[in-house]
């Protein structure tokens, strides 16, 4: 989420959230306004100390860890995250976690 109205845009800082029960798992959405994630990175973007913006640094913020440690905390418990851009701009995070039986 922190990351959702970080890259929004200026004047909106606008993050939706959802959950709903879907098939037998609790669906959690997060969705910005941002600019998106480059397709050529959306395959990496879980992946530890990886950064979009290359040019960040420690001043300005993050290690590339969030996402990572999202994935493996949502992983430990069954589920999925996944990601895609939205149009005409932002991107949406989907988690998954099975409910129990």
Known sequence: ?????KYSLPDSR????SAARENGAVVIRVAD???G???ADLANLFEPFFRVDRSRSRK?????LGLSIC???VEAHGGEIS?????????KFTIRLP???
């Open 1 to 5: 989420m922190e990351n959702g109205v």
């Open 14 to 17: 606008a993050v939706e959230i």
């Open 33 to 35: 306004d941002g600019p």
């Open 37 to 39: 994630v480059p397709e």
């Open 60 to 64: 300005t913020g993050g290690y590339g």
């Open 71 to 73: 994935k493996r905390i």
């Open 83 to 91: 990601v895609r851009n939205r149009s005409p701009r932002g991107a």
């Open 99 to 101: 409910t129990r039986s």
